[in-house]
Protein backbone atom coordinates (compact mmCIF):
# COMPACT_ATOMS: atom_id res chain seq x y z
CA UNK A 1 0.00 0.00 0.00
CA UNK A 2 3.18 2.73 0.05
CA UNK A 3 2.55 3.42 -3.26
CA UNK A 4 -1.12 3.85 -3.07
CA UNK A 5 -0.13 6.12 -0.17
CA UNK A 6 2.36 7.64 -2.08
CA UNK A 7 0.52 8.58 -5.07
CA UNK A 8 -2.87 9.43 -2.94
CA UNK A 9 -0.74 11.99 -1.37
CA UNK A 10 0.67 13.82 -4.25
CA UNK A 11 -2.61 13.63 -5.88
CA UNK A 12 -4.69 15.35 -2.65
CA UNK A 13 -2.17 17.45 -1.25
CA UNK A 14 -0.02 18.29 -4.70
CA UNK A 15 3.27 18.32 -5.12
CA UNK A 16 5.55 17.40 -2.32
CA UNK A 17 9.40 16.32 -1.69
CA UNK A 18 9.94 12.89 0.27
CA UNK A 19 10.44 14.80 3.40
CA UNK A 20 6.96 16.13 3.35
CA UNK A 21 4.91 12.86 2.09
CA UNK A 22 7.02 11.29 5.10
CA UNK A 23 5.77 13.84 7.22
CA UNK A 24 2.16 13.67 6.68
CA UNK A 25 2.65 9.90 6.90
CA UNK A 26 3.51 10.11 10.31
CA UNK A 27 1.08 12.47 11.28
CA UNK A 28 -1.93 10.45 9.80
CA UNK A 29 0.36 7.76 11.53
CA UNK A 30 -0.06 4.80 8.46
CA UNK A 31 2.44 2.60 10.12
CA UNK A 32 -0.45 1.32 12.56
CA UNK A 33 -3.70 1.35 10.50
CA UNK A 34 -2.23 0.81 6.99
CA UNK A 35 0.89 -0.77 8.01
CA UNK A 36 3.17 1.75 5.74
CA UNK A 37 6.35 2.79 7.69
CA UNK A 38 6.78 6.51 6.80
CA UNK A 39 11.00 5.11 5.81
CA UNK A 40 9.45 3.21 2.81
CA UNK A 41 8.50 6.47 0.71
CA UNK A 42 11.73 7.14 -0.40
CA UNK A 43 12.27 3.68 -1.99
CA UNK A 44 8.55 3.89 -3.62
CA UNK A 45 9.26 7.46 -4.94
CA UNK A 46 12.27 6.10 -6.92
CA UNK A 47 10.50 3.17 -8.28
CA UNK A 48 7.03 5.29 -9.40
CA UNK A 49 9.51 7.86 -10.67
CA UNK A 50 11.19 4.85 -13.13
CA UNK A 51 7.65 3.83 -13.63
CA UNK A 52 6.73 7.12 -14.89
CA UNK A 53 3.63 7.37 -12.21
CA UNK A 54 5.44 10.18 -10.61
CA UNK A 55 7.70 12.86 -11.93
CA UNK A 56 10.28 15.16 -10.52
CA UNK A 57 9.39 18.50 -10.58
CA UNK A 58 12.07 20.42 -8.91
CA UNK A 59 15.12 20.06 -7.25
CA UNK A 60 15.57 22.98 -4.70
CA UNK A 61 18.78 23.85 -3.04
CA UNK A 62 18.57 24.91 0.83
CA UNK A 63 22.23 25.04 1.79
CA UNK A 64 23.95 22.05 0.91
CA UNK A 65 20.98 19.64 0.64
CA UNK A 66 19.24 19.13 -2.43
CA UNK A 67 15.02 18.28 -2.05
CA UNK A 68 13.42 16.82 -5.13
CA UNK A 69 9.70 17.79 -5.29
CA UNK A 70 7.49 15.49 -6.87
CA UNK A 71 4.44 15.36 -8.67
CA UNK A 72 1.48 12.54 -9.96
CA UNK A 73 1.61 12.21 -13.70
CA UNK A 74 -1.90 11.18 -15.60
CA UNK A 75 -0.22 7.66 -15.85
CA UNK A 76 0.33 7.88 -11.58
CA UNK A 77 -3.81 8.78 -11.46
CA UNK A 78 -4.67 5.73 -13.48
CA UNK A 79 -2.12 3.39 -11.57
CA UNK A 80 -3.78 5.14 -8.45
CA UNK A 81 -6.99 4.24 -9.51
CA UNK A 82 -5.99 0.71 -10.25
CA UNK A 83 -3.89 0.13 -6.81
CA UNK A 84 -7.62 1.50 -4.90
CA UNK A 85 -10.28 -0.76 -6.63
CA UNK A 86 -7.54 -4.06 -6.23
CA UNK A 87 -7.42 -2.78 -2.47
CA UNK A 88 -11.04 -2.99 -1.96
CA UNK A 89 -11.42 -5.98 -3.91
CA UNK A 90 -8.65 -7.90 -1.80
CA UNK A 91 -9.76 -9.42 1.48
CA UNK A 92 -9.46 -7.22 4.43
CA UNK A 93 -9.80 -9.85 6.93
CA UNK A 94 -6.70 -10.47 8.01
CA UNK A 95 -6.04 -13.40 11.24
CA UNK A 96 -3.76 -13.18 14.42
CA UNK A 97 -1.62 -16.29 12.75
CA UNK A 98 0.97 -15.63 15.53
CA UNK A 99 -1.97 -16.56 18.41
CA UNK A 100 -3.24 -19.14 16.31
CA UNK A 101 -0.41 -20.90 15.87
CA UNK A 102 0.62 -20.47 19.92
CA UNK A 103 -2.38 -21.46 20.84
CA UNK A 104 -1.58 -24.70 18.65
CA UNK A 105 0.85 -25.26 21.27
CA UNK A 106 0.37 -23.93 24.17
CA UNK A 107 1.01 -26.88 25.97
CA UNK A 108 4.37 -26.32 25.48
CA UNK A 109 4.72 -23.46 27.40
CA UNK A 110 3.82 -22.43 31.15
CA UNK A 111 0.25 -21.12 31.80
CA UNK A 112 2.14 -17.99 34.15
CA UNK A 113 4.14 -17.47 30.76
CA UNK A 114 0.98 -17.24 28.59
CA UNK A 115 -1.45 -14.59 30.89
CA UNK A 116 1.51 -12.76 31.18
CA UNK A 117 2.60 -12.22 27.64
CA UNK A 118 -1.79 -12.18 26.95
CA UNK A 119 -1.77 -9.21 29.17
CA UNK A 120 0.97 -7.56 27.69
CA UNK A 121 -0.26 -8.22 24.05
CA UNK A 122 -3.81 -6.44 25.82
CA UNK A 123 -1.94 -3.46 26.73
CA UNK A 124 -0.24 -3.45 23.44
CA UNK A 125 -4.05 -3.23 21.67
CA UNK A 126 -5.44 -0.58 24.31
CA UNK A 127 -2.41 1.60 23.11
CA UNK A 128 -3.26 0.93 19.61
CA UNK A 129 -6.65 1.86 20.86
CA UNK A 130 -5.47 5.27 22.70
CA UNK A 131 -3.81 6.50 20.20
CA UNK A 132 -6.10 6.35 17.57
CA UNK A 133 -8.85 8.15 19.64
CA UNK A 134 -6.17 10.69 20.36
CA UNK A 135 -5.37 10.97 16.93
CA UNK A 136 -8.95 11.18 15.74
CA UNK A 137 -9.74 14.05 18.11
CA UNK A 138 -6.88 16.02 17.11
CA UNK A 139 -8.02 15.68 13.85
CA UNK A 140 -11.48 16.52 14.78
CA UNK A 141 -10.47 19.84 16.53
CA UNK A 142 -8.50 20.92 13.41
CA UNK A 143 -11.11 19.92 10.68
CA UNK A 144 -14.32 17.94 9.94
CA UNK A 145 -13.74 14.42 9.53
CA UNK A 146 -14.58 12.94 6.49
CA UNK A 147 -16.75 9.98 6.37
CA UNK A 148 -14.61 7.88 4.54
CA UNK A 149 -11.76 8.25 7.36
CA UNK A 150 -14.52 8.18 10.28
CA UNK A 151 -15.26 4.67 8.21
CA UNK A 152 -11.09 3.89 9.04
CA UNK A 153 -11.66 5.17 12.64
CA UNK A 154 -14.40 2.83 13.48
CA UNK A 155 -13.32 -0.06 11.88
CA UNK A 156 -10.33 0.20 13.79
CA UNK A 157 -11.94 0.18 17.32
CA UNK A 158 -14.03 -2.88 16.23
CA UNK A 159 -11.13 -5.05 15.16
CA UNK A 160 -9.16 -3.04 18.22
CA UNK A 161 -12.65 -4.36 20.64
CA UNK A 162 -12.75 -7.75 19.33
CA UNK A 163 -8.77 -8.94 19.48
CA UNK A 164 -9.68 -7.38 23.27
CA UNK A 165 -12.91 -9.50 23.94
CA UNK A 166 -10.75 -13.29 22.62
CA UNK A 167 -7.88 -12.06 24.59
CA UNK A 168 -9.80 -11.47 27.57
CA UNK A 169 -11.56 -14.50 27.17
CA UNK A 170 -8.28 -16.38 26.68
CA UNK A 171 -7.10 -15.18 29.68
CA UNK A 172 -10.63 -15.29 31.58
CA UNK A 173 -10.41 -19.55 30.92
CA UNK A 174 -6.70 -20.01 31.54
CA UNK A 175 -6.65 -18.75 35.40
CA UNK A 176 -9.72 -21.13 35.65
CA UNK A 177 -7.60 -23.66 34.27
CA UNK A 178 -4.48 -22.59 36.29
CA UNK A 179 -7.11 -22.36 40.00
CA UNK A 180 -8.13 -25.48 39.00
CA UNK A 181 -5.23 -27.35 37.67
CA UNK A 182 -6.69 -28.35 34.71
CA UNK A 183 -5.35 -28.83 31.09
CA UNK A 184 -6.83 -27.94 27.51
CA UNK A 185 -8.17 -30.81 26.26
Not at 79 to 94: G, P
Not at 130 to 152: C, R, W
Request: charged share 25%; aromatic share 8%; proline share 2%.
Amino acid sequence: MTRAMVLGLLLKSGPMSGYEIQQKMISAQTDKWAYVQPASIYHALKKLDQEGFVALETLEQTGNRSKAIYSITAEGKQELKRLLVNAFQNSSVSFPTDLYTALTFMDEAELDDIILALEKQQQAIEKVYEDMKAGQEEKAKIMEIPQNVLYIFQNIYEQCELQMGFINKLKEDFLTLKQTGSHIK
